[in-house]
């Protein structure tokens, strides 16, 4: 890994909900965990640690990234890279919620990026089961939003 992939992938872990994170690629390792006074704790080995405004420690005992909760049936996928809005505007009411049932192009969400919002549109008649985001949560490329069951 190089220093620029060792930097996002700090960026990434800070933004995410995760608490701890270990990642092997080779002989290099990396470790991540939240909690701590000063921020980020990062603990590398078979390589330097990257000099960067995250505290850096040379010794974490073994972590383990944290499993996400099992997802059951089929999902709604975020198509980009934002931030998930589940309404039009702050006092209007959700687009969508649990238990809804949901026709092919009907609004699902929004979701901002650079100030473009987005909507995300059905691409199938399903039933919400679950919303995996909280509105104003930051989402990833191809990050489960929803649970549906598919009709």
């Given amino acids: 890994m190089d220093f620029k992939e060792i930097k996002e992938l700090i960026r990434v872990f800070d933004k995410s909900e995760l608490n701890k994170l270990k990642v092997k690629d080779g002989e290099f390792e990396i470790s991540m965990q939240t ?24 010794a974490v005992a073994p972590v383990e990234a944290s499993a996400p909760a099992a997802i059951l049936g089929d999902t709604i996928n975020s198509p980009m890279v934002g931030t998930y809005y589940a ?28 100030k473009i919002m987005n909507e995300v549109e059905a691409e199938f008649d399903c039933k919400i089961i679950d919303m995996l985001v909280k509105d104003g949560d930051p989402v990833e490329y191809d990050m489960p939003i929803f649970t549906v069951e598919k009709i």
Wanted: hydrophobic share 40%; glycine share 10%.
């Fill in 35 to 58: 909690g701590f006074e000063g921020g980020t704790v990062v603990s590398t080995t078979s390589v330097p640690a990257p000099a960067t405004s995250v505290a850096v420690a040379p």
């Fill in 87 to 114: 309404s039009p505007s702050p006092e209007a009411p959700a687009f969508v919620k649990i238990g809804d049932t949901i026709k092919k192009g009907q609004t699902l969400c929004i979701l901002e990026a650079m």
